[in-house]
């Protein structure tokens, strides 16, 4: 099966779940968490059969609701030991890349 999300999008929703299941929440309350109306569009968003993807104002809210750096959610520890020039710019560039949508 082909994954309806770039590699990006699904490392991102990766490093969320994992958070989401490291502070032992249920899909539910990320949903009440982001003021959506329904779980499942958590979990259409956590698989790769879909095409839903969190937001970037969404990821922005879960970084804070869980006290996270945003740039540690879009670059890699090696990415973030550059300068803060450097590692600004590829955070831009990661977040450009994060909201392209599959053709």
Known sequence: MKSKKTEIQLKIIHKLRYLRQYYNLSQV???DILGLNSA???GNIESPKFKQK???QQIYKLANFFNYPIEKIFLSDKELEKSTTEVVNDL???LIDYEKQLN
């Open 40 to 42: 499942g569009q958590i």
């Open 92 to 94: 831009i560039l990661r």
């Open 54 to 56: 969190y937001t970037i």
């Open 29 to 31: 309350q990320i949903c």
